[in-house]
């Protein structure tokens, strides 16, 4: 089992930048794949960001290219969300995610994902 606990949202102004932390509950030796998925208002779970694990890979939905980038502290066992120049249409719920039985494949799918944190809520006021 692995519990993840997000942190870092808040209400912040567009062109503003937020850091979000997700630590995960215990050694990260198992997890495969870190991600970050959000949910505006009315709208359903969509993909953010993803590391993997053990090699760094980042991938990146298009929506927040150049302008959020993701990382790890593998001995913190904890994933961060670096957003900068921050937009409306970035309010959402965030979500982090760890993908443990999975390895390989495409990680913007979240039924590939086996825990969730709560999330944390971000507002970006125009």
């Known amino acids: 089992q692995v519990q993840l606990v997000e942190s870092g949202g808040g209400l912040v102004q567009a062109g503003d930048s937020l850091r979000l932390s997700c630590a995960a509950s215990?050694?990260?030796?198992?997890?495969?794949?870190m991600g970050w998925f959000r949910q505006a208002p009315g709208k359903e779970r969509e993909f953010v960001t993803a590391?993997?694990?053990?090699?760094?890979?980042?991938f990146y939905a298009d929506s927040v290219k150049g302008r959020f980038t993701i990382s790890r502290n593998i001995a913190g066992n904890t994933v961060y969300l670096q957003m900068n120049s921050l937009r409306p249409e970035d309010t959402a719920v965030y979500y982090c995610?760890?993908?443990?039985?999975?390895?390989?494949?495409?990680?913007?799918?979240?039924?590939?994902?086996?825990?969730w944190g709560r999330g944390t809520q971000v507002t970006v006021s125009s």
């Open positions: 215990r050694r990260t030796f198992s997890i495969n794949t």
């Open positions: 590391i993997s694990w053990s090699g760094g890979s980042t």
């Open positions: 995610a760890a993908r443990v039985f999975t390895s390989g494949g495409d990680p913007a799918i979240q039924t590939s994902y086996d825990y």
